[in-house]
């Protein structure tokens, strides 16, 4: 089973909304990330968490909010975003393990609208 | 850094025949390891095979398999019978293997559409 699940699925939120995005595993894994795509791009590394850790901070603007309560969930927690923020947010986690090829698998997306 | 480069943006094939997506890669090191993600409009992204620099033999899953040149740098996915289901973008992407480095590094993609 290599099912990460994201909810929600779409969401449009306002420029002064709160809102999160929230990603699960039950594979066991120890790391999970955040990825941003824009329409026809590949996925940007947003953060990395490594044991419950944030262990990657690839320069995010701080509207941007990971967090990371236990190893099955990871949680993006948004607050006055810009339009261009609009995208779609991919989840994404590992095994971890040390002489493992630490495949990383994929969520299905949340489609964010900021209006 | 590590760059990936995936030089078609788009390609076609028919149902049923067979197709060659590019990947070249640049970097300095020894060990890393190379991924083939196909993402259908759907939009997930899933993992469809990966391979191992230190390992000679090329991976293979079902259809899909790759020619991987470590000398030259190169990691062509070959994606034989071609479904309709196969239509999708394609990302090839690299990943370090010294601890602790988890980024990937995703070329820009190949959008394959398949013709019935």
């Known amino acids: 089973d290599t099912e990460v699940t994201q909810t929600p699925k779409h969401l449009v939120m306002g420029m002064t909304n709160k809102k999160s995005l929230k990603c699960e595993q039950h594979?066991?894994?120890?790391?999970m990330y955040w990825y941003k795509q824009k329409a026809k791009k590949p996925p940007e590394l947003m953060f990395v968490?490594?044991?419950?850790?944030?262990?990657i901070n690839e320069s995010v603007p701080s509207r941007f909010s990971p967090e990371c309560p236990n190893s099955s969930l990871l949680n993006l927690h948004l607050h006055a975003l810009q339009p261009e923020d609009s995208a779609l947010y991919l989840c994404?986690?590992?095994?971890?393990?040390?002489?493992?090829?630490?495949?990383?698998?994929f969520g299905p997306g949340t489609r964010l609208t900021v209006l | 850094a590590q760059t990936v480069t995936q030089s078609q943006p788009e390609m076609s094939v028919q149902e049923a025949e067979t197709v060659t997506l590019s990947c070249t890669y640049d970097?300095?090191?020894?060990?890393?390891?190379l991924f083939w993600y196909k993402q259908p409009p759907s939009r997930q992204m899933i993992l469809v095979i990966r391979?191992?620099?230190?390992?000679?033999q090329n991976a293979t899953e079902n259809r899909f398999s790759v020619n991987f040149q470590k000398a030259a740098k190169s990691f062509s996915l070959k994606i034989s019978d071609s479904q309709l289901g196969d239509a999708a973008m394609y990302f090839c992407?690299?990943?370090?293997?010294?601890?602790?480095?988890?980024?990937?590094?995703f070329g820009k993609g190949t959008k394959l559409t398949v013709n019935p």
């Open positions: 594979m066991g894994h120890r790391a």
């Open positions: 968490y490594s044991y419950e850790k944030l262990s």
């Open positions: 391979q191992e620099a230190y390992k000679q």
């Open positions: 970097t300095s090191e020894s060990d890393y390891y």
């Open positions: 994404a986690s590992s095994q971890r393990k040390v002489l493992f090829t630490d495949t990383q698998y």
């Open positions: 992407a690299y990943r370090s293997a010294q601890g602790g480095s988890e980024k990937l590094v």
